[in-house]
């Protein structure tokens, strides 16, 4: 879809207006000159990349402005649309992503302009709400300028140090917390009711998704407030395109029914080699089947020379106690100096009194934001 100029400002002449099919490479140019972009490991090119990330989104349509000055494109914002199930509605919703003003054109008021021309683009496929996952100056700026409202959450990051003695190695005091780390872990798995994986279920690589995960997503949606639409055309969209960053997908089963799955992704930072959980979704009621995805992550971590599993999940996620079962030891997640917040702001289309409330039940994993 292209969008015409709609807006005009004084002096240079500036043209703030919807994403046309000849801009990819400006765009994806004009990004990864001025930010660090994009914020994911990606395996193939930035172009790929942003192709994937805004053309191939399975709901068909793209939510992207900028604005140019002399055919220079001196600023952008999108918003990445996806299906949320809401208290058993499903709704549209964005994602705020990757808003930028060139320095040399700030103070003229491009970055609302441009806002308000992806927000009209908005109005057209009815989105029912935006939420972001925000640094600290983007948090404060979204609940007092934009509208947003904390949603009430609290991230939890659970980790499992695979690898210890090259972890430690790289930390002060090392020795020491290694020793603290080992008693914590006896501790915590002797405290714990006992971990079942299941002598019927096996662990595998999944190349696709089919039906059998939609099943699993249209029974689970039940018992959340909010998650967003997991069917096999959004898991094959977000994870099993090589464009999008390379993902390892592991799925759980019973014989031969589908019981779960989890989405693996190996990043190094820093000198650390890490194995986020980015995703996953089993079978209500089925902890064996979470413990055999949990044990899963814990080898390939060993065979791919991780030295640390990490998962972010909600505070209070069913999940959890899982997590902690096997040793996972849980942290606030944080981003930057503050703890992790999702916000959201209601575009008044539908009644979200859950979101309203505050501390609804939600199902967010690291899949869900754009940071990888």
């Not at 790929?48 to 793209?62: A, C, E, I, T």
């Not at 009711?193 to 249209?218: C, K, Q």
């Not at 039940?361 to 940071?371: E, K, N, P, Q, S």
Request: glycine share 8%.
């Amino acid at each position: 879809m292209e969008v015409a100029v709609w807006h005009r400002q004084e002096g240079p002449e500036v043209d703030v207006r919807g994403y046309r099919h000849s801009d990819d490479e400006s765009i994806v140019e004009f990004l990864s000159s001025n930010m660090e972009w994009p914020a994911a490991c990606i395996n193939g090119t930035k172009l790929d990349y942003w192709r994937w990330k805004f053309l191939s989104n399975p709901l068909g349509f793209h939510l992207l402005c900028v604005a140019e000055i002399d055919g220079k494109i001196v600023s952008h914002c999108a918003s990445i649309p996806v299906r949320m199930n809401v208290v058993g509605k499903e709704v549209l919703a964005s994602q705020g992503v990757d808003l930028f003003t060139h320095p040399a054109h700030r103070g003229h008021g491009l970055i609302g302009q441009v806002m308000e021309c992806r927000n009209r683009i908005k109005e057209e496929h009815d989105i029912a709400f935006d939420f972001g996952f925000p640094n600290r100056a983007a948090y404060q700026l979204s609940l007092t300028k934009h509208g947003f409202r904390d949603m009430g959450i609290d991230m939890m990051q659970y980790r499992y140090i695979t690898d210890q003695e090259q972890f430690f190695r790289k930390v002060r005091f090392g020795p020491l917390k290694k020793l603290g780390y080992t008693s914590l872990l006896k501790l915590r798995q002797s405290l714990a009711m006992g971990t079942d994986s299941g002598a019927d279920l096996t662990v595998g690589p999944e190349e696709r998704f089919s039906d059998e995960a939609t099943n699993i997503y249209l029974r689970e949606r039940e018992r959340f407030d909010l998650i967003s639409r997991r069917d096999a055309d959004y898991l094959n969209w977000r994870y099993c395109d090589p464009r999008s960053g390379g993902f390892l997908r592991r799925a759980v089963r019973e014989g031969t029914h589908f019981v779960g799955y989890a989405i693996y992704k190996i990043e190094e930072r820093e000198g650390t080699r890490y194995l986020n959980i980015v995703d996953l979704l089993v079978e209500g009621g089925r902890t064996d089947a979470l413990a055999s995805l949990l044990m899963d992550s814990l080898e390939v971590s060993r065979q791919t020379h991780a030295e640390t599993v990490l998962c972010c999940l909600p505070k209070y996620h069913p999940y959890g106690r899982s997590f902690q079962d096997l040793g996972f030891i849980a942290q606030l997640r944080m981003t930057g100096d503050m703890p992790m917040r999702m916000i959201w702001a209601d575009r008044g289309l539908v009644e979200l009194d859950v979101l309203k409330r505050g501390s609804p039940r939600c199902h967010v994993t690291l899949g869900d934001t754009d940071w990888l």
